[in-house]
């Protein structure tokens, strides 16, 4: 199928190509909406195999945007941006600002952000091109690395699925596996083991969670595997797709919730999951703190009143796991419906918002 023809098919708004021949920058915006305000997303910088790879990804990856910024209330659609090329290899000064130009002739329809390959010197280079930007570095006055409230943020989700489950939100002497300690990962498994949590951590590359381990006084096991650990929580938190048929059957834990994004290998595996008598806490929902918080720059940034709106996750999980038990549903299907809901209410009090 033709490029274009997957644009058509995918319900984008609009597909912005970008390119600068100097900088050798080559790079998709993808607008999925702007019901809600304008699309945001980061920019993701991956060597992908081709421009159809590149344009699949910014596609998928800015639909789930607006799923998460509309099931977190907030007055943003979603979007996502792709470079590209190994940031390794081609990342210059040049190709970061020729793609901001890109961002800024969108007219503030599109507001970006880091994500994998890019970091907050580079939102902080773009930010000399264009305003369109959330996540500059705390001494530009911005939020910095949204990983911590991410991880902030999965922690309330858990408190939320804890009470649910033990009708008691403390973390205190539960056992919690989180498999991968990158930068959300290792901030969550600090964060549980202050809060008193008996944590087990496994990591992909060695050394890595030994290390943790050996600060925060948690346990290690492989990372392959790790799924299968008997625990309370299981916290996925490195790649997606990690809870397919195979894995979701060697489950031990009572309830998953952890950052990475789409941890389902596909929609039907919610099902399989709850078949099994484990709760799941739909990832776009769980791991939304690091957007609640990068939004917060939108009105000048505020440390204090950017973990109040992290906090909010905690009752958007509670609502969620209550309507899936009202009406019957899975919790990522009420998830889902939760942003549905939000668009239409929304979008029927106004005009779209650009
Ligand atoms: P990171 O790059 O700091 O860490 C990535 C983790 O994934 C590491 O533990 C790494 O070992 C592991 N990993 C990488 N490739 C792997 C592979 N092939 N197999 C197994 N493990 C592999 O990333 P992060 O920012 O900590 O993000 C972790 C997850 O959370 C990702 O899925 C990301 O999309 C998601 N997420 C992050 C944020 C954020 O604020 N950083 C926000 C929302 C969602």
Same mark, same amino acid.
């Given at each position: 199928?033709?490029?274009?023809?997957?644009?058509?098919?995918?319900?984008?708004?609009?597909?912005?190509?970008?390119?600068?021949?100097?900088?050798?920058?080559?790079?998709?915006?993808?607008?999925?909406?702007?019901?809600?305000?304008?699309?945001?997303?980061?920019?993701?910088?991956?060597?992908?195999?081709?421009? +159809?790879? &590149? #344009? !699949?990804? $910014? =596609?998928?990856?800015?639909? %789930?945007?607006?799923?998460? /910024?509309?099931?977190?209330?907030?007055?943003?659609?979603?979007?996502?941006?792709?470079?590209?090329?190994?940031?390794?290899?081609?990342?210059?000064?040049?190709?970061?600002?020729?793609?901001?130009?890109?961002?800024?002739?969108?007219?503030?329809?599109?507001?970006?952000?880091?994500?994998?390959?890019?970091?907050?010197?580079?939102?902080?280079?773009?930010?000399?091109?264009?305003?369109?930007?959330?996540?500059?570095?705390?001494?530009?006055?911005?939020?910095?690395?949204?990983?911590?409230?991410?991880?902030?943020?999965?922690?309330?989700?858990?408190?939320?699925?804890?009470?649910?489950?033990?009708?008691?939100?403390?973390?205190?002497?539960?056992?919690?596996?989180?498999?991968?300690?990158?930068?959300? +990962?290792? &901030? #969550? !498994?600090? $964060? =549980?083991?202050?809060?008193? %949590?008996?944590?087990?951590? /496994?990591?992909?590359?060695?050394?890595?969670?030994?290390?943790?381990?050996?600060?925060?006084?948690?346990?290690?096991?492989?990372?392959?595997?790790?799924?299968?650990?008997?625990?309370?929580?299981?916290?996925?938190?490195?790649?997606?797709?990690?809870?397919?048929?195979?894995?979701?059957?060697?489950?031990?834990?009572?309830?998953?919730?952890?950052?990475?994004?789409?941890?389902?290998?596909?929609?039907?595996?919610?099902?399989?999951?709850?078949?099994?008598?484990?709760?799941?806490?739909?990832?776009?929902?769980?791991?939304?703190?690091?957007?609640?918080?990068?939004?917060?720059?939108?009105?000048?940034?505020?440390?204090?009143?950017?973990?109040?709106?992290?906090?909010?996750?905690?009752?958007?999980?509670?609502?969620? #796991?209550?309507? $899936?038990?009202?009406?019957?549903?899975?919790?990522?299907?009420? /998830?889902?419906?939760?942003?549905?809901?939000?668009?239409?209410?929304?979008?029927?009090?106004?005009?779209?918002?650009?």
């Amino acid at each position: 199928m033709d490029l274009f023809s997957r644009i058509a098919d995918s319900e984008h708004e609009q597909v912005l190509f970008g390119y600068d021949a100097a900088s050798g920058l080559r790079a998709i915006v993808a607008i999925h909406s702007t019901q809600l305000g304008p699309a945001l997303g980061g920019t993701r910088f991956y060597p992908y195999a081709d421009e +159809g790879d &590149a #344009l !699949a990804d $910014a =596609l998928r990856l800015s639909r %789930a945007m607006t799923a998460k /910024a509309a099931a977190a209330g907030l007055d943003l659609g979603g979007g996502k941006a792709v470079i590209i090329g190994d940031p390794r290899r081609i990342k210059s000064e040049r190709l970061i600002r020729a793609f901001a130009r890109q961002v800024h002739s969108l007219g503030g329809r599109y507001i970006t952000a880091e994500d994998v390959g890019t970091s907050t010197a580079d939102i902080d280079l773009m930010r000399r091109d264009t305003p369109h930007v959330v996540g500059l570095s705390t001494a530009l006055g911005g939020s910095g690395d949204p990983s911590p409230a991410t991880a902030i943020g999965v922690v309330h989700a858990m408190r939320a699925v804890a009470e649910r489950l033990w009708d008691n939100d403390d973390l205190g002497g539960r056992h919690i596996v989180v498999a991968g300690v990158g930068k959300v +990962g290792s &901030a #969550l !498994a600090r $964060a =549980l083991a202050e809060a008193g %949590a008996r944590v087990t951590v /496994a990591n992909r590359t060695p050394g890595v969670a030994e290390r943790l381990a050996g600060e925060i006084g948690a346990d290690v096991v492989p990372f392959a595997g790790s799924h299968a650990t008997t625990c309370d929580l299981f916290a996925p938190c490195a790649l997606g797709g990690v809870l397919d048929a195979v894995s979701i059957g060697q489950l031990r834990c009572r309830a998953v919730v952890g950052s990475a994004n789409n941890q389902l290998s596909s929609p039907a595996m919610a099902r399989l999951i709850e078949q099994r008598g484990i709760a799941y806490g739909p990832d776009f929902v769980v791991n939304a703190g690091g957007l609640i918080n990068a939004a917060e720059e939108r009105t000048g940034y505020d440390g204090a009143r950017a973990a109040a709106a992290v906090a909010t996750i905690r009752q958007t999980t509670r609502s969620v #796991l209550e309507r $899936a038990e009202r009406e019957h549903l899975t919790s990522a299907d009420a /998830a889902l419906r939760l942003a549905e809901d939000r668009i239409a209410a929304i979008t029927a009090i106004r005009p779209p918002r650009t």
